[in-house]
């Protein structure tokens, strides 16, 4: 069993004491890991959880790693180590202990006595940034649902308080000062808010329906979060979606009408980014978001070229596309932040995904081939139709004027004699009138 101190002046991540912004809560970041776990790894997972941590708006001033087989049942960290890191804690004079891993609810409060500062684990601190950045209505109630999911196994007895004093990570969500105070009232709030989710589903259902009527192909961006999903977008379609260097700006689905190169529109929609293990809770407070999101003909999946292990994002996103089920919709690689990312790392990515395009939000590099390759994706195959339509039938001719390339037209005297590319979709239905 062995532990290590992150070194302070560790890149960019860790803030040292005298950096932390008057305000900003102070935190302790710690992770136990297997023996065998590769130090490259660990030090990747604590720089994502420095960036979750600052996200959510707290300073970490200190990581500390313990190797063990794995974490104490009762107190996660070894007793013997807890007691030294609470002693470390207190003469860095810590707002915060934060876990990298997943803490039982008696692990909690006993780290919780312990080191008599809030205790968060990689879930919380998730939910915390969900809470932080949910704006709609059904951000928000799906952020409350899965925030009341996570705290109901952690109430103790009857009549515990879920909020506690002070307004940190862990405490706040949207409805907190509406967050009831006992098992049953939590338990009815849960299945009001499903209630409501249920309602949303079918109003977004209903709008849905619309835009497919619309014909339009869709393609959603998907992808790790902070690896340019919103950038693109803004590039792609001219709009002002928010970016930040930041996890988890983007919450709500978003959706843009953009034009391929030969002159037909798309949708393209912008939605959260993943994470590595996202919490179960969250995945299914935002089932109904994401399957909705990845119900599309396409997935522009983004990656960031620069970081230090692009496959391991990829990954990722693919066990959670998995979990929704959205795994077969066609995909198309973007790998971004090429102006960024050293030309070997954009070469390694692009040798290992081939089909992948290569891009950069900022530069504007390669978008022009990323919109050719949505088109050609979404692009139905079509078939050129010689057809006679019976004057009686004008809607089908305006119909066909719609969906399809007229090619040329005149009328003859049994009807409308076209010449027409038409989506492979419709070819079926018109056998009756192909001359
Ligand atoms: N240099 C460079 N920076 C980029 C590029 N694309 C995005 N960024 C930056 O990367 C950061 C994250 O970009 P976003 O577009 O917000 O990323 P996102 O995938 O939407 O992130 P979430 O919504 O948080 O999941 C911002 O600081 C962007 O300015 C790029 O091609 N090159
Ligand atoms: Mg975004």
């Given at each position: 069993?062995?532990?290590?101190?992150?070194?302070?002046?560790?890149q960019r991540l860790t803030a040292t004491v005298t950096d932390?912004?008057?305000?900003?809560?102070?935190?302790?970041?710690?992770?136990?890991?297997?023996?065998?776990?590769?130090?490259?790894?660990?030090?990747?997972?604590?720089?994502?959880?420095?960036?979750?941590?600052?996200?959510?708006?707290?300073?970490?001033?200190?990581?500390?790693?313990?190797?063990?087989?794995?974490?104490?049942?009762?107190?996660?960290?070894?007793?013997?180590?807890?007691?030294?890191?609470?002693?470390?804690?207190?003469?860095?004079?810590?707002?915060?202990?934060?876990?990298?891993?997943?803490?039982?609810?008696?692990?909690?409060?006993?780290?919780?006595?312990?080191?008599?500062?809030?205790?968060?684990?990689?879930?919380?601190?998730?939910?915390?940034?969900?809470?932080?950045?949910?704006?709609?209505?059904?951000?928000?109630?799906?952020?409350?649902?899965?925030?009341?999911?996570?705290?109901?196994?952690?109430?103790?007895?009857?009549?515990?308080?879920?909020?506690?004093?002070?307004?940190?990570?862990?405490?706040?969500?949207?409805?907190?000062?509406?967050?009831?105070?006992?098992?049953?009232?939590?338990?009815?709030?849960?299945?009001?808010?499903?209630?409501?989710?249920?309602?949303?589903?079918?109003?977004?259902?209903?709008?849905?329906?619309?835009?497919?009527?619309?014909?339009?192909?869709?393609?959603?961006?998907?992808?790790?979060?902070?690896?340019?999903?919103?950038?693109?977008?803004?590039?792609?379609?001219?709009?002002?979606?928010?970016?930040?260097?930041?996890?988890?700006?983007?919450?709500?689905?978003?959706?843009?009408?953009?034009?391929?190169?030969?002159?037909?529109?798309?949708?393209?929609?912008?939605?959260?980014?993943?994470?590595?293990?996202?919490?179960?809770?969250?995945?299914?407070?935002?089932?109904?978001?994401?399957?909705?999101?990845?119900?599309?003909?396409?997935?522009?999946?983004?990656?960031?070229?620069?970081?230090?292990?692009?496959?391991?994002?990829?990954?990722?996103?693919r066990d959670t596309l998995q979990s929704i089920e959205a795994?077969?919709?066609p995909e198309l690689l973007v790998i971004n932040k090429s102006?960024?990312?050293?030309?070997?790392?954009?070469?390694?990515?692009?040798?290992?995904?081939?089909?992948?395009?290569?891009?950069?939000?900022?530069?504007?590099?390669?978008?022009?081939?990323?919109?050719?390759?949505?088109?050609?994706?979404?692009?139905?195959?079509?078939?050129?139709?010689?057809?006679?339509?019976?004057?009686?039938?004008?809607?089908?001719?305006?119909?066909?004027?719609?969906?399809?390339?007229?090619?040329?037209?005149?009328?003859?005297?049994?009807?409308?004699?076209?010449?027409?590319?038409?989506?492979?979709?419709?070819?079926?239905?018109?056998?009756?009138?192909?001359?």
């Amino acid at each position: 069993m062995s532990s290590r101190h992150v070194g302070r002046d560790r890149q960019r991540l860790t803030a040292t004491v005298t950096d932390v912004d008057v305000g900003r809560q102070k935190a302790l970041l710690v992770a136990v890991v297997g023996d065998r776990v590769p130090t490259a790894d660990v030090d990747d997972s604590l720089a994502e959880m420095e960036l979750l941590i600052d996200t959510a708006g707290s300073d970490v001033v200190d990581a500390v790693v313990q190797r063990r087989p794995h974490p104490d049942p009762a107190t996660y960290l070894g007793k013997g180590k807890a007691a030294e890191l609470a002693g470390l804690g207190k003469a860095l004079d810590i707002d915060l202990l934060v876990v990298d891993g997943e803490l039982s609810p008696v692990q909690q409060r006993n780290l919780q006595q312990i080191f008599e500062v809030d205790v968060v684990d990689r879930v919380a601190l998730i939910l915390d940034i969900f809470a932080l950045h949910a704006t709609s209505r059904a951000g928000r109630a799906q952020v409350e649902l899965a925030l009341l999911r996570y705290r109901l196994p952690r109430l103790r007895g009857r009549g515990t308080e879920l909020s506690r004093l002070g307004g940190g990570i862990g405490t706040r969500g949207p409805g907190e000062t509406k967050l009831e105070t006992d098992r049953r009232r939590v338990l009815s709030r849960i299945s009001q808010l499903e209630r409501e989710m249920e309602d949303l589903v079918t109003v977004r259902e209903t709008q849905r329906k619309a835009r497919k009527r619309a014909e339009a192909p869709t393609a959603a961006l998907v992808g790790y979060t902070n690896a340019g999903k919103s950038s693109l977008l803004n590039a792609l379609t001219g709009s002002d979606v928010l970016v930040e260097d930041r996890l988890f700006s983007t919450l709500d689905a978003t959706v843009r009408r953009v034009t391929l190169p030969a002159g037909r529109e798309a949708l393209l929609s912008d939605t959260v980014g993943f994470v590595r293990d996202l919490p179960h809770q969250l995945v299914e407070a935002f089932r109904s978001t994401l399957e909705e999101t990845v119900d599309t003909n396409l997935l522009v999946h983004v990656v960031d070229a620069s970081v230090d292990q692009p496959e391991r994002q990829i990954a990722a996103v693919r066990d959670t596309l998995q979990s929704i089920e959205a795994h077969e919709v066609p995909e198309l690689l973007v790998i971004n932040k090429s102006d960024i990312a050293t030309p070997e790392a954009t070469r390694r990515l692009a040798n290992m995904h081939p089909d992948a395009v290569v891009a950069s939000a900022e530069t504007g590099e390669g978008l022009d081939e990323l919109l050719s390759r949505i088109e050609e994706a979404v692009t139905p195959a079509s078939s050129d139709l010689e057809l006679l339509i019976p004057f009686d039938r004008g809607d089908l001719v305006a119909h066909l004027h719609d969906v399809a390339e007229i090619v040329s037209e005149s009328h003859e005297a049994e009807g409308t004699h076209l010449k027409a590319r038409v989506p492979e979709r419709y070819v079926a239905g018109l056998a009756e009138f192909a001359v």
